[in-house]
Nanobody, 120 residues
Framework: QVQLQESGPGLVKPSQTLSLTCTVSGGSITTNYYYWSWIRQPPGKGLEWMGAIAYFGSIYYSPPLKSRTSISRDTSKNQFTLELISVTPEDTAVYYC????????????WGKGILVTVSS
């Protein structure tokens, strides 16, 4: 059973960097052919795909967020990370990590999500 767990600060100040880590257990992030994704959901809004890192290491970003987003991984820890720079209150959301079949394909395993609030 694959499990994903998001971790990171729940409160970030405007203009700072939001950093989250997703720890994966029950499966390797280098296993063919999975893509490890970040998704967010602002309060009262729908899900927004932010980006993903492939099992072979290539990284893909949502075009509207590309200039502010960085995704990386640590295969020795079986973790992947999200950094979002220059945050504003509009970046307040529940952030999820998930495993996908394809760059933005069907996501079969999800973390529980972590609420990140951007506020001074």
């Amino acid at each position: 059973q694959v499990q994903l767990q998001e971790s990171g600060p729940g409160l970030v100040k405007p203009s700072q960097t939001l950093s989250l880590t997703c720890t994966v257990s029950g499966g390797s992030i280098t296993t063919n052919y999975y893509y490890w994704s970040w998704i967010r959901q602002p309060p009262g809004k729908g899900l927004e795909w932010m980006g993903a890192i492939a099992y072979f290491g290539s990284i893909y970003y949502s075009p509207p967020l590309k200039s502010r987003t960085s995704i990386s991984r640590d295969t020795s820890k079986n973790q992947f990370t999200l950094e979002l720079i220059s945050v504003t209150p509009e970046d307040t959301a529940v952030y999820y990590c998930a495993r996908a079949m394809g760059v933005s394909g069907w996501m079969d395993y999800w973390g529980k999500g972590i609420l990140v609030t951007v506020s001074s």
